[in-house]
Protein backbone atom coordinates (compact mmCIF):
# COMPACT_ATOMS: atom_id res chain seq x y z
CA UNK A 1 0.00 0.00 0.00
CA UNK A 2 1.32 3.43 -0.74
CA UNK A 3 1.70 6.22 1.67
CA UNK A 4 1.20 9.98 0.98
CA UNK A 5 2.49 13.16 2.84
CA UNK A 6 -1.47 14.39 2.24
CA UNK A 7 -3.45 11.40 1.46
CA UNK A 8 -7.24 12.59 -0.40
CA UNK A 9 -9.69 13.39 2.15
CA UNK A 10 -12.00 10.31 2.96
CA UNK A 11 -14.75 9.58 0.07
CA UNK A 12 -17.66 10.56 2.77
CA UNK A 13 -16.56 14.29 1.68
CA UNK A 14 -18.20 14.22 -1.16
CA UNK A 15 -21.72 14.02 0.68
CA UNK A 16 -21.60 17.31 1.05
CA UNK A 17 -21.87 20.53 -1.43
CA UNK A 18 -20.56 23.87 -0.81
CA UNK A 19 -21.55 25.60 2.34
CA UNK A 20 -22.19 28.55 0.87
CA UNK A 21 -24.64 27.54 -1.89
CA UNK A 22 -26.71 25.43 1.16
CA UNK A 23 -26.12 25.86 4.29
CA UNK A 24 -28.08 22.76 5.14
CA UNK A 25 -25.65 20.52 3.52
CA UNK A 26 -22.55 20.59 6.05
CA UNK A 27 -22.50 18.26 8.82
CA UNK A 28 -23.66 18.67 12.50
CA UNK A 29 -21.16 20.28 14.88
CA UNK A 30 -20.09 18.50 17.75
CA UNK A 31 -21.17 18.76 21.12
CA UNK A 32 -19.97 21.22 23.36
CA UNK A 33 -19.84 20.27 27.25
CA UNK A 34 -20.33 16.93 28.24
CA UNK A 35 -21.49 13.63 26.72
CA UNK A 36 -21.88 10.08 27.31
CA UNK A 37 -19.49 7.09 25.55
CA UNK A 38 -19.98 4.26 26.86
CA UNK A 39 -21.43 4.59 29.89
CA UNK A 40 -18.48 7.65 30.71
CA UNK A 41 -19.39 11.36 31.19
CA UNK A 42 -16.53 13.19 28.96
CA UNK A 43 -16.25 16.24 28.40
CA UNK A 44 -15.47 18.30 25.17
CA UNK A 45 -12.84 21.04 27.52
CA UNK A 46 -9.22 20.07 27.40
CA UNK A 47 -8.73 21.36 30.56
CA UNK A 48 -6.46 19.24 33.18
CA UNK A 49 -8.62 18.59 36.56
CA UNK A 50 -6.55 19.33 39.50
CA UNK A 51 -5.66 16.99 41.75
CA UNK A 52 -8.47 18.12 44.59
CA UNK A 53 -10.91 18.07 41.80
CA UNK A 54 -10.13 14.36 41.70
CA UNK A 55 -10.09 14.07 45.25
CA UNK A 56 -6.54 13.67 45.92
CA UNK A 57 -4.61 15.46 47.92
CA UNK A 58 -1.55 17.63 46.81
CA UNK A 59 1.96 16.54 48.05
CA UNK A 60 3.22 19.78 46.11
CA UNK A 61 2.84 23.81 46.88
CA UNK A 62 0.21 25.33 45.06
CA UNK A 63 1.24 28.63 43.79
CA UNK A 64 1.02 30.75 40.71
CA UNK A 65 4.14 29.40 38.93
CA UNK A 66 1.75 26.31 38.05
CA UNK A 67 -1.11 28.31 36.20
CA UNK A 68 0.57 31.29 34.99
CA UNK A 69 4.61 30.97 34.85
CA UNK A 70 6.31 34.44 34.90
CA UNK A 71 8.57 32.78 32.22
CA UNK A 72 9.68 29.62 31.33
CA UNK A 73 13.06 28.34 32.87
CA UNK A 74 11.86 29.51 36.89
CA UNK A 75 8.92 26.95 35.62
CA UNK A 76 10.71 24.32 34.67
CA UNK A 77 13.15 24.61 37.68
CA UNK A 78 10.26 24.57 39.80
CA UNK A 79 8.83 21.78 37.96
CA UNK A 80 12.30 20.00 38.74
CA UNK A 81 12.93 20.54 42.39
CA UNK A 82 9.61 19.59 42.98
CA UNK A 83 9.94 16.18 40.89
CA UNK A 84 13.14 15.64 42.22
CA UNK A 85 11.43 15.98 45.94
CA UNK A 86 8.51 13.55 45.45
CA UNK A 87 10.97 11.23 43.83
CA UNK A 88 13.06 10.59 47.09
CA UNK A 89 9.79 10.51 49.22
CA UNK A 90 8.57 7.88 46.99
CA UNK A 91 12.16 6.11 47.58
CA UNK A 92 11.97 6.30 50.82
CA UNK A 93 8.75 4.73 50.89
CA UNK A 94 9.19 2.38 48.75
CA UNK A 95 12.22 1.45 51.64
CA UNK A 96 9.36 1.47 54.30
CA UNK A 97 6.93 -0.83 52.85
CA UNK A 98 9.89 -3.31 52.45
CA UNK A 99 10.35 -3.25 55.84
CA UNK A 100 6.61 -3.21 56.95
CA UNK A 101 6.21 -6.06 54.28
CA UNK A 102 9.47 -8.21 56.73
CA UNK A 103 8.38 -7.01 60.10
CA UNK A 104 4.52 -6.57 59.84
CA UNK A 105 3.13 -8.17 56.96
CA UNK A 106 -0.42 -6.70 57.96
CA UNK A 107 -0.03 -3.32 57.70
CA UNK A 108 1.47 -2.84 54.56
CA UNK A 109 -2.10 -1.06 53.28
CA UNK A 110 -1.21 2.89 54.44
CA UNK A 111 2.14 2.45 52.68
CA UNK A 112 0.85 1.15 49.45
CA UNK A 113 -2.12 4.12 49.92
CA UNK A 114 1.00 6.81 50.43
CA UNK A 115 3.54 5.43 47.62
CA UNK A 116 -0.39 5.66 45.14
CA UNK A 117 -0.61 9.20 46.52
CA UNK A 118 3.08 10.40 45.40
CA UNK A 119 2.87 8.43 42.46
CA UNK A 120 -0.72 10.47 41.43
CA UNK A 121 1.06 13.47 42.34
CA UNK A 122 4.05 12.49 40.07
CA UNK A 123 1.36 11.73 37.31
CA UNK A 124 0.22 15.63 37.68
CA UNK A 125 3.07 17.05 37.94
CA UNK A 126 4.37 15.39 34.72
CA UNK A 127 1.08 15.92 32.46
CA UNK A 128 1.42 19.73 33.74
CA UNK A 129 4.43 19.44 31.95
CA UNK A 130 2.76 18.40 28.52
CA UNK A 131 2.07 21.62 26.72
CA UNK A 132 5.92 22.82 27.49
CA UNK A 133 6.66 19.31 26.01
CA UNK A 134 4.69 20.06 22.97
CA UNK A 135 5.91 23.02 22.27
CA UNK A 136 9.52 21.77 21.96
CA UNK A 137 9.02 19.27 20.15
CA UNK A 138 7.24 21.10 17.86
CA UNK A 139 10.17 23.77 18.09
CA UNK A 140 12.45 20.94 17.53
CA UNK A 141 10.42 19.34 14.36
CA UNK A 142 10.48 22.65 12.73
CA UNK A 143 14.12 23.33 13.22
CA UNK A 144 14.88 19.88 11.84
CA UNK A 145 12.55 20.72 8.77
CA UNK A 146 14.25 24.53 7.96
CA UNK A 147 17.69 22.44 8.12
CA UNK A 148 16.05 19.76 5.63
CA UNK A 149 15.02 22.59 3.39
CA UNK A 150 18.12 24.78 3.50
CA UNK A 151 20.39 20.93 2.25
CA UNK A 152 17.49 20.53 -0.81
CA UNK A 153 18.15 23.73 -1.64
CA UNK A 154 22.36 23.58 -1.36
CA UNK A 155 22.02 20.55 -3.53
CA UNK A 156 19.89 22.02 -6.05
CA UNK A 157 22.34 24.57 -6.25
CA UNK A 158 25.23 22.56 -6.36
CA UNK A 159 23.69 20.21 -9.04
CA UNK A 160 22.55 23.73 -11.18
CA UNK A 161 26.43 24.51 -10.63
CA UNK A 162 27.42 21.54 -12.24
CA UNK A 163 25.11 21.39 -14.75
CA UNK A 164 25.84 24.73 -16.19
CA UNK A 165 29.77 23.48 -15.39
CA UNK A 166 29.20 20.42 -18.11
CA UNK A 167 27.27 22.21 -20.38
CA UNK A 168 29.86 24.78 -20.87
CA UNK A 169 32.55 22.29 -21.22
CA UNK A 170 30.17 20.55 -23.56
CA UNK A 171 29.78 23.57 -25.82
CA UNK A 172 33.48 24.08 -25.64
CA UNK A 173 34.27 20.90 -26.96
CA UNK A 174 31.79 21.29 -30.07
CA UNK A 175 33.32 24.54 -30.78
CA UNK A 176 36.68 22.18 -30.34
CA UNK A 177 35.38 19.91 -33.22
CA UNK A 178 33.75 22.45 -35.55
CA UNK A 179 29.70 21.60 -35.03
CA UNK A 180 27.32 24.65 -34.95
CA UNK A 181 24.49 24.90 -32.95
CA UNK A 182 21.96 27.38 -31.78
CA UNK A 183 20.87 27.45 -28.18
CA UNK A 184 16.92 28.11 -27.85
Known amino acids: ?5 YPPPPPYYKLYKDYL ?7 ELPPEGTYICYGGNYT ?3 ILPSLE ?3 VRQLYPKGPNIAMPPSIPVLIIYFKKELRSLNRELQLHILELADILVERPSQYARSVEDISLIFKNLHDL ?3 LRPHQARATLI ?15 DIKRRREE ?3 LLKDYIGTLEDT ?7
Open 1 to 5: MATTT
Open 21 to 27: QDPKSAP
Open 44 to 46: TDD
Open 53 to 55: DQG
Open 126 to 128: LNS
Open 140 to 154: HILELQIQRRKQAVK
Open 163 to 165: AQR
Open 178 to 184: GASFVLK
